[in-house]
T-cell receptor
Framework: NAGVTQTPKFRVLKTGQSMTLLCAQD?????MYWYRQDPGMGLRLIHY???????AKGEVPDGYNVSRLKKQNFLLGLESAAPSQTSVYFC????????????????FGEGSWLTVV | KQEVTQIPAALSVPEGENLVLNCSFT??????LQWFRQDPGKGLTSLLL?????REQTSGRLNASLDKSSGRSTLYIAASQPGDSATYLC????????????FGKGITLSVRP
């Protein structure tokens, strides 16, 4: 049972380059999320999806795009990377996010470390 | 706008001590509150989830309480061990179409042998 898998784990980009982070979950979860974690800022939601083919903006969506073409995958794209996007990115998934009960919680990937120089 | 605060940012205790980690939130209209653990270089692992109608949840040596009216939650760790060293984050969720979790910045706990 792999849970939530993120690729790549580490990446260094030059300013202006583009890249895509891939998140895959094998738990048949409807909800998927992309967060970034920065020192002193905590975890902030970038974009999320409530089902295949849907996406929505979170707190800090600017500079990022997402796609959910398949239920198990949620892609985060940076079209033109900036140094301010240097961060650790976490993908998460949950079953019916806003109806989470004690038996349904949110599962996180292990993170993707991105440095933009 | 919901804000979640965890103070202090870091805590160091000797092994065996019982300890309490605090979490406060500004908007008491929450659906549930969740405590997570994060080990260095890893993702978050859910520890306990408390629904807004509940007062506490227990799992092993961990006990989380919730006082919605005062906007506070505590995570109690009994008989702390070096393996408990990690960052502990609390997060609150509102009901409705926006299922966003609002996280605190976390408390980094170090348990000294």
């Amino acid at each position: 049972n792999a849970g939530v898998t993120q690729t790549p784990k580490f990446r260094v980009l030059k300013t202006g380059q583009s890249m895509t982070l891939l998140c895959a979950q094998d738990m048949n979860h409807e909800y998927m999320y992309w967060y970034r974690q920065d020192p002193g800022m905590g975890l902030r939601l970038i974009h999320y999806s409530v089902g295949e083919g849907t996406t929505a903006k979170g707190e800090v969506p600017d500079g990022y795009n997402v796609s959910r073409l398949k239920k198990q995958n949620f892609l985060l794209g940076l079209e033109s990377a900036a140094p301010s996007q240097t961060s650790v990115y976490f993908c998460a998934s949950s079953y019916k996010g806003h109806r989470v009960t004690s038996g349904n919680t949110i599962y996180f990937g292990e993170g993707s470390w991105l440095t933009v120089v | 706008k919901q804000e979640v605060t965890q103070i202090p940012a870091a805590l160091s205790v000797p092994e065996g001590e019982n300890l309490v980690l605090n979490c406060s939130f500004t908007d008491s209209a929450i659906y549930n509150l969740q405590w997570f653990r994060q080990d260095p270089g890893k993702g978050l692992t859910s520890l306990l989830l408390i629904q807004s109608s509940q007062r506490e949840q227990t799992s092993g040596r961990l006990n989380a309480s919730l006082d919605k009216s005062s906007g506070r939650s505590t995570l109690y760790i009994a008989a702390s061990q070096p393996g408990d060293s990690a960052t502990y984050l609390c997060a609150v969720r509102r009901d409705g179409a926006n299922s966003k979790l609002t996280f605190g910045k976390g408390i980094t706990l170090s348990v000294r042998p």
